[in-house]
């Protein structure tokens, strides 16, 4: 039990949750979670632009409201926004 309490309070240390954290890209995220924007991962200049000026940079909090034939709803900083398959799959995020 000694050995679980240090390895679940050194995890909370280090930054990484409990659960055993796991970047990966948004499109692989479950509704109604927030997660926290790890990268943004895309060759493409203009979407990463995009992206950032929605509000999707590194650190910032993120939630999946829902997922409609590839249209994802998000909440950034109060506000909705609808995206595509490709820019959720750019977003790397972590489960907070």
């Not at 060759?43 to 992206?51: A, M």
């Not at 000026?53 to 997922?67: A, F, H, N, P, R």
């Amino acid at each position: 039990m000694e050995g679980v309490l240090k390895r679940s309070f050194f995890s909370r240390i280090m930054g990484m949750a409990d659960r055993g954290s796991v970047v990966k890209n948004l499109s692989q995220g479950k509704i109604n979670r927030n997660y926290r924007i790890e990268a943004i991962k895309s060759s493409d200049e203009e979407l990463t632009n995009f992206l950032f000026s929605l509000g999707c940079y590194e650190g910032e909090v993120i939630t999946l409201i829902s997922v409609i034939c590839d249209n994802y709803v998000i909440n950034i900083k109060d506000a909705r926004y609808s995206i595509d398959k490709e820019l959720a799959s750019a977003v790397m995020v972590e489960e907070i």
